[in-house]
């Protein structure tokens, strides 16, 4: 027995011991790509020494003697802080997942492969101006010169991840950085998306329904728009959905998760100190590292600094000493499906204004890891890219004999993006600001700005010409061999929506509606907003000049307007009725519910219960009120629409007819539906957050899930490289934490602002910033997380200008010598 014991300890003792070596051993190599940012590096591609001081945040300051020497260490730094994070947006805009994750990404790089992103990307290099391709060369060197170290060094690959996806990395080219901003387009566009589930909502309701269901935003109507069965005929009234889960990987993010932010601005007249403000605050999926790296460059006509994307050599929002600018998704409709007849008797041709053409078509491989290449056709229309069929459900849209083509202004093969960016960051004033974007494309934003006098707000971004008698106004899928639906160029980028010195001195934008112009000349039917607007004009109206800290207050505002205006109607008939009832009843509970719900103001605060009950109930209600009209294509509405909920208890054109339960015999009323759905609201509360009513938190529900977009789902793993937060806001409050509408935890803000900033031109150098994890992609370094607590909180750091404020408070200096030639 002593025998067997002593054995046995041996074996634990050495398994033990096992475990230590290969977490000591890991760590070794994983820690080799930390990189360090106190050093003298030898490169080539420079003119002059540059210099990288890093700030306590470590935010990267960038000093050289030429503009290209400048672009070529943010290359470097970029390189040593996100090579994996660059490296997965190429190879996604290439359509190479699958040569690292095998056939999990098959359909995401097929679905790149047909839109071809990354050639469109290679075609618009020689399309830049001088300045410009000078910065995408120096920054592409830059990149490439971490790389060389990186090999000459042993440095761990480059990043952690790369010991367990080790292949290859090519050099950075320019086409490299163009293909990242439209691979960001595709991620924020969601004209295509809505375009399919409009098709197929028509397809099974009554046009009245369709309009409760998917509402235009208050305001200016349109004519009633054709059924789609009507345009399309011969289609199922119903299909079943088509596409594979939604992958973290996908560029392609679900339609309620598109791009969303806020800006806003003040004038001098609306302003405290005299001078102007600029808040700004971009909404994206949530994932560790944040898409966002803060960084200043000091360039021959000024400082710099801002957000920047890893992989791009701009800061895409941020300010130098003299002008701010912010970005929104402007939700601009550049995005149209086009229904192609294909020659039954030759498949190689689709049916055009005058007869068959030929497709446009090649083969590409796509090589999948531990299994066949697979060879995929790519076929092109005069009006765009075919899609495959089993892509954003359009199949259940595509009549037999007929493929789906797509218009896209981000597909254009001279897309000049990339140089209005560069022209953006040189700009002085509110109308250098405009005329540098001129020349940008897409992504099309809301670009706000304010310079030290004035403020002014512009859509920019390529907007299609369409003809005024297209079949649905570019709402639903049209047929591709009727002139009348086809783009005819570009509209005149004078007249994109402008707004500049406003009468109030005062304007901003939360994605809401930017123009009443009727079609074709409207920039878009579905926006992003009708509430968080709200918010904003009245925390706006109610100061008669604000300052930093009032616009910082605004960014993180969590008062729902949604909540307080549609409880009332949610509970009109509920309020205090009835006696108390016996404790640990369901009606108690109910009652419970209710009473705290009645004193509540809507702020949607993490540490109290009122939010989550709203949000549940809400949940329960919109479930209720659709499914039975709309069967299995409920799931696609996987978020309550304020106006749809508000249409139909205000019985708004008769929406009231939801709230009947099809089939069922008696007429349900608005009344029984509530009532059920705050009761189905709190049994899952039981059953997911606990019993106690007063003890809930809205936060444990709604954390914010900076997950590992690769490994964030690896057992043990997933601990060491997700972020999760407890964190207030919601879906309609400006401090947006978008909830994910799916899965056992409906609740998580996975969609939120990866970036805040705000800007005070009256002491720019007091202006703030905040990304929402760090500055580094390596979970072992200390900037992996560094910001997130700080973001959670609401609190920012330093966005100074001041070099010498920058030295002080250095945690590392790396210094690029030129090698002699």
């Known amino acids: 027995m002593a025998l067997l014991f002593r054995w046995l300890m041996r074996i634990i003792t050495g398994l033990i011991v096992l475990c230590v070596a290969i977490f000591a051993l890991t760590y070794y190599f994983a820690s ?72 999990r990404t098959l359909p995401i790089d097929k679905l790149l492969r047909h839109l071809d992103l990354y050639r469109t990307a290679t075609e618009s290099v020689d399309d830049q101006d ?150 700004n605050d971009p909404h994206l999926g949530l994932t ?29 929002t941020g300010r130098s000493d003299s002008l701010g600018w912010g970005i929104t998704s402007s939700y601009l409709d550049d995005q149209d499906l086009f229904i192609e007849e294909v020659n039954p008797d030759n498949s190689t041709q689709y049916r055009g204004l005058d007869g068959w053409e030929n497709f446009k078509s090649r083969d590409s491989i796509i090589n999948v890891r531990d299994q066949s290449a697979v060879t995929v056709r790519v076929r092109e229309t005069v009006n765009g890219p075919v899609l495959p069929a089993d892509q954003f459900d359009l199949s259940t849209i ?80 049209s047929f591709g061999y009727i002139e009348g639906n086809r783009w005819f160029g570009r509209q005149p980028y004078a007249d994109n929506p402008e707004f500049a010195d406003p009468m109030g001195d005062i304007l901003g934008n939360t994605n809401n509606k930017t123009s009443d112009a009727p079609f074709p000349d409207h920039v878009s039917y579905v926006w992003g907003d009708t509430q968080r607007i709200k918010r904003w004009a009245r925390l706006m109206q109610a100061r008669e000049v604000h300052t930093r800290e009032s616009f910082i207050e605004a960014q993180l505002d969590t008062v729902s307007y949604t909540a307080r205006t549609l ?71 996987t978020h309550a629409d304020p106006v749809f909920i508000e249409r139909v208890f205000r019985n708004i054109d008769g929406a009231s007819v939801w709230c009947d339960v099809v089939q069922s015999a008696p007429v349900e009323t608005c009344t029984d539906i509530s009532r059920q759905a705050l009761d189905d609201a709190l049994i899952w509360i039981d059953e997911h957050q606990g ?54 935890n409906p609740f998580q803000n996975v969609h939120a602002a990866g970036y805040r900033g705000v800007y005070d031109f009256a002491d720019p150098d007091s202006s703030v910033f905040i990304s929402a994890t760090g500055q580094s992609g390596h979970p072992l370094s200390r900037y992996y997380d560094n910001m997130g607590e700080l973001w959670r909180r609401g609190e920012y750091v330093p966005m100074s200008l001041d070099t010498a404020l920058a030295r002080a408070a250095a945690v590392g200096v790396t210094v690029l010598t030129p090698i002699a030639e």
Do not use: C
């Open 32 to 103: 080799r790509s930390l990189p360090n940012y106190t050093a003298d590096e030898a490169v080539q591609g420079i003119a002059s020494p540059v210099e990288i001081v890093r700030d306590n945040a470590n935010v990267p300051h960038i000093f050289g003697a030429t503009d290209p020497d400048v672009y070529f260490a943010l290359g470097y730094a970029h390189a040593q802080d996100r090579m994996w994070q660059m490296t997965m947006l190429r190879r996604t805009a290439q359509g190479r997942l699958s040569e690292l994750f095998g056939e």
């Open 130 to 279: 001088a300045q410009t391709t000078a910065a995408l060369k120096a920054y592409s060197a830059g990149v490439n010169a971490w790389l060389g170290k990186v090999n000459e060094g042993a440095r761990g690959r480059g990043a952690p991840e790369m010991w367990m996806f080790n292949h290859a990395i090519s050099p950075w080219q320019p086409a490299d950085s163009i293909a990242i901003i439209k691979l960001m387009a595709l991620q924020l566009s969601s004209q295509l998306e809505n375009e399919v589930l409009r098709a197929r909502t028509s397809l099974l309701l009554d046009p009245n329904l369709v309009r409760d269901i998917l509402p235009d935003d208050p305001g200016s109507g349109i004519a009633m728009l054709p059924e789609y069965a009507t345009l399309v005929p011969d289609l199922p009234r119903y299909a079943a959905n088509s596409r594979a889960p939604y992958d973290p990987l996908s560029p392609v993010k679900p339609a309620q998760l598109a791009g969303a932010s806020n800006a806003w601005a003040a004038g001098p007249t609306r302003s405290a100190t005299g001078g102007t403000l600029l808040a």
């Open 288 to 316: 560790a590292p944040t898409i966002w790296y803060l960084a200043r460059l000091e360039l021959s006509t000024g400082g710099v600094i801002g957000g920047t994307i890893p992989g791009v050599p701009v800061v895409m």
């Open 398 to 477: 595509t009549p037999r004999g007929h493929v789906v083509s797509l218009g896209w202004t981000a597909l254009s093969r001279d897309d000049t993006t990339m140089s209005a960016a560069i022209k953006l960051m040189q700009a002085r004033t509110v109308d250098d600001a405009f005329d540098a974007t001129e020349g940008y494309i897409a992504p099309s934003q809301n670009l706000t700005v304010a310079d030290r006098t004035r403020v002014g707000l512009k859509t920019i971004g390529a907007i299609p010409a369409r003809t005024p008698d297209h079949q649905s106004q570019g709402r639903l899928p």
């Open 567 to 637: 409880l009332p109607m949610m509970g009109a008939d509920l309020w205090f009725t009835g006696e108390a009832a016996p404790e640990g009843t369901p009606e108690r509970r109910r009652q419970q519910a209710l009473e705290l719900l009645a004193a509540w103001n809507g702020e949607m605060n993490e540490h109290m219960p009122e939010p989550l009950i709203y949000a549940a109930w809400l949940r329960e209600l919109h479930k209720r009120l659709t499914r039975d009209e709309l069967g299995p294509l409920s799931s696609e509405f």
């Open 691 to 744: 019993t106690t009513v007063a003890a809930l938190r809205w936060g444990d529900a709604h954390q914010a899930t900076h997950d590992h977009p690769v490994l964030g789902d690896v057992p043990l793993l997933s601990w060491f490289v997700n972020i999760r937060q407890s964190t207030s806001g919601g879906d309609n409050t400006l401090q947006r934490g978008k909830t994910s509408g799916v899965g056992p």
